[in-house]
C-alpha cells in the first residue's frame, strides 16, 4: 500500500500505530536514522517499524523508507482512516425544512442546520454544531463538537475544524464619529477550501464587503485569530495562538510559527518561514527565501546577530565608559 | 436619512453596501478622498458612491460627504440593520419557570434560561446560548450561538456578544499554603453596559470580591482575557488576543491593539494608544496624551529612537572595537 | 474551623466574604497587615474581620491570623463551598446506553456522554457538556457549559473545568511530502489528575503517540493552548493566554505568567518562576533556583540589567560618537 520494500512476517496484522515505549506486538513504530541500529532492544515487542534500511537488523519485522516519519504518517492514515459518516441523523438533531443535508451525512445529537445551509455527501456534524443560514460545506468534512458557522460559510471537501472553532463571525472594524464607535459593516464572505484543518477555538471573521479566504491544504493550530479578508494561500501552517490582522496575505507554503502577530494589510510572501512570537508591522512585506524572526520580524541571521550583541550590552557600555575616561587622560597628557 | 447632499437619481434602490470590486447596480460604495477622480471607471456598475464632493465626477449617483467611510458605515446601518427578534421561542428551548423572558424575546434552539435570570425586550439568544441563574439583560441584546453567561452576569442593552464567549467564569486567584494552591473566592459581579460588542471566543472573569465592568460603547475583539475585577472605560476598543491582568483600571477612549498584556493593578488613563503586542507592566500608570509600544511600553517616538538603534547594535559594536584599537596605538605613540 | 483564635462575638452569623468597600454586617473581609489599625473606620459594618494580632482594634469581631489572606481564603471554601451535585439528569440529557454514570452525577439539559464513557460519584456535567466515548471521570468533578472532551480523555477527583474548555483535541502535527502537509498520527491519551483547574476557552491536545499529562493540583488559567505530549507536573499555576509547544516538559510548583510562550522538547525545572510575555526557545532548560523573564528567558536579574542598558541606548550611542570625534582630534595632534 505504501510502494515500500519491507523485510520480514508480510502477514503480520498492524492495529495501531505507536511510540517506541507504548508498542505492542501489534503496534506500527518508526526510527528516524540516527546512524544506528539500536531499536531492536528498545522496542522488541513492536510488530513492524518504519526505519531506513541502513539503520534496522536482520531478524525484525521492518518496512524500509528513506523519509521513515512520512511513511509511517502514511501508514497511519491506513492504520487510523478518519471517521467516516455512519449517514445517521440524531433524533435531537434539527434540520430547517429549507436546508439540504446529504442522504448520507451523519448528524450528531443538537446539531443544528439552518434555513438555506447544504450540508454535502459523507460530512459528519457533531454533537452541538451549528451551521447558520445560508452555509455551504462540500464532501466528508468533519466538525467536530460547538463548532459554530456563521450565516453563509462556505467549505470545500474534507474540511476538519475541531471543537469550538467559530467561522465567519463579524470582523473588528468601526468608525469613530467622535463620539464613540459605529460599526464598520462587516457583511462579507468566509471561504475554506479543501482539506483545510483548523484547530480548537480557533476564530476566523468574515470578510468587511470582501472575502476572508483560506486555500487548500492549509491547517491552523487552536486559538489563532483570523481576521475580515485576510487570504491566505494553499499548504499553509499557522501554529497556535498567531494573531492575523485585516486585508493580510499569506501566500502558499508559508510556515508561521506560534503566538506572532500581523498587523493589518501585511503580506507574506510564498514558502516564507516566521518564528514564534514574531510581529509584522501593518504594510510590511516579508520576501520569499528566507527564515525570520524577532519583532519587528527580520532575518533570522540579522536577528540572531543583534540578540547576541544585545546580550553583550553591559560589556559595550563598560568599554565605552572606559574608552571614555582614557580618552581623557590622553587628552590631558597631550596638553602637558 | 444620513443629513448629506447627493446628485444623481434620488430614487435610486440601494439594496447592499459592497467593495468598490464586487459592486453591482443596487450596490452603495465608498471612496475615501485620494485627491483624484478615479472610481467612474473602476466601479461603473455601482448604484451610488459615498464620497467628498471634490472626487466625484458629474454623471455618476453620489452622496457627498467630508468623512466617506463615517458616512458610508452610517448608511450600512440602515442598509444591514442588526436582526430584530421574531419573538419566537424554539421548542427546544428550556426556561426555567422562575425566570423571566420578555415576551418579544427570541430564543433559539437549545438555548437555556436559568432561574432568576430576566431577559429584556427584544433579546436574541441564538442556538445553544446559555443564561445562568440570576443573569440580568437588558433590551435587544444578541447572543451568538454557544455564548455563555455565568450566575449573576449583567448585560445593559444592546449588548451583542459573540459565538463562544464565557461571561462570569471564575478569575484565576490562588494562596499557596506551602503545599497547594487554595482557591481566593471568585465570588464577585461581572457587569457590560450598554452597546458593548464582544468578539468570538474572548473570556471575561467576573470579579474575585469585586465586580469587573465594562463601560458603554466599548467594543472588544475575538479571544481577548480580561481578568477579575478589570475596570474599563466607556467607547474602549481592544483587538484581538490581548489580555488584562486583574484589577487593571482602562480609561474612556482608550485604544489597545493585538496581543497585548497588562500586568496586574495597571492603569491606562483616558484616550491614550497601545501599540499591538506591547507590555504593561503590574502597577504602571501610562499616561494620557500619548501613543506607547513595545515591552514595556514607551512613548512611541522614545520606542522608535530605541528600536532604530538597537538596528545598529553591530555597527556601535564595531565602532566601540575599532576605538579601542586606535586609542591604544594613541597611548603607545604618547608613551614614546 | 480554621484552628485559629478570635476576639468579639462567637456566634455571629457570616454569610459571605466580601470586599471592604461591599461588606455587610454578615460579610468577613481580610486585610493584609500594613503595620497599622485601619479597617475599623475603614469597613465598620463588616461582621468579622481576619488579620493579624497587631492590626486589629479592640472591640471588633476578627479572627487573628499570621497569613489573612490564606485564611481568609480557607474561610471562604466554608462560606461559598463548590457546588454539590443534586444527582438528577435534564430529561434533555443524553448518555448511551453503553456509557456508564453515577447514580448521584447531576447531567444538565443538552449534555451527552458517549459510549464507553464513565462519570464518577458527584459529578457536575452543565448544560452542554460533550463526554466522547470512552473517558473517563473521577469524583466530583465540575464541567462547566460547552466543555468539549475528545474520545478517551481521561479526569481525576475534583476536575474543574470551566466552560469552552477543550480536552483532546488533535495535535498540531504534519509531515510535509513535498506537495502538501501529511498529519501525523494523533490518536495518544490525555490525563488531567485530582484537583485540576482549567479556565475558560483552554484547549489541551491529546497525545500524538504517546499522552498529554497535567499533575494534581495544577491550576491553568483561560485561552491557554497546551500542546500534544506536553507533561506538566504538580501543583503548577499558568497564567492566561500561555502557549506550551509539543514534548515540553513543566515540573511541580512552577509558575508561568500570561503569554508566555514554550517552543517544544523544552524543560521548566521545579518552582521556576516565568515572568508574563517571555518566550522559551525550543530544547531549552530552565534551570531551577530563580525568576525568568524576556524573550529569550533570561534569570530576572540579567534581563533587568540589560533592559536598563537598553533604554540608555542613545546616550551609549552619542557616547561612541563623541569619541570618535575625539580620538580624531588627539591623532590630528598627535601626528603635528
Known sequence: MLG????????????RVAARETADDSSLIFVEDEGRKVFLSEAPQAACVVASRASVPEGINAIFSEHP???????????HPPPKSRGTRHPSAYVDPEAEVADDAELGPYTIVEAGARIGGGCILQAGVIVGRG????KECILHPGVVLYPGASLGDRVILHAGVVIGCDGFGYVFDGRRHLKFPQVGGVALEDDVEIGAN??????????????????????????????IGKHVVIAAQTGISGSTV?????VIGGQVGFGDHARVEQGVIIGSKSGVLPGKIVR?????????????????????????LPEIKAGV???????????????K
Open 69 to 79: 516519519k512520512l511513511d509511517f504518517s502514511r501508514a497511519a492514515a491506513y492504520l
Open 135 to 138: 452555509c455551504n460545506l462540500g
Open 288 to 312: 520569499s527565501g528566507d527564515v525570520y524572526w524577532g519583532v519587528p520580524v527580520r532575518p533570522l541571521r540579522e536577528y540572531k546577530r543583534l540578540n547576541a550583541i544585545f546580550s553583550r
Open 202 to 231: 480557533t476564530t476566523i471573521d468574515r470578510g468587511s464587503l470582501g472575502t476572508t479566504h483560506i486555500g487548500s491544504g492549509t491547517k491552523v493550530d487552536n486559538l489563532v485569530q483570523i481576521a475580515h479578508n485576510v487570504d
Open 321 to 335: 565608559d572606559a574608552l571614555k575616561k582614557e580618552v581623557a587622560e590622553l587628552r590631558q597628557k597631550l596638553q
Open 250 to 254: 499569506i501566500e502558499d507554503f508559508a
Open 4 to 15: 515500500l520494500e519491507f523485510q520480514g512476517e508480510s502477514t503480520r496484522l498492524l492495529r
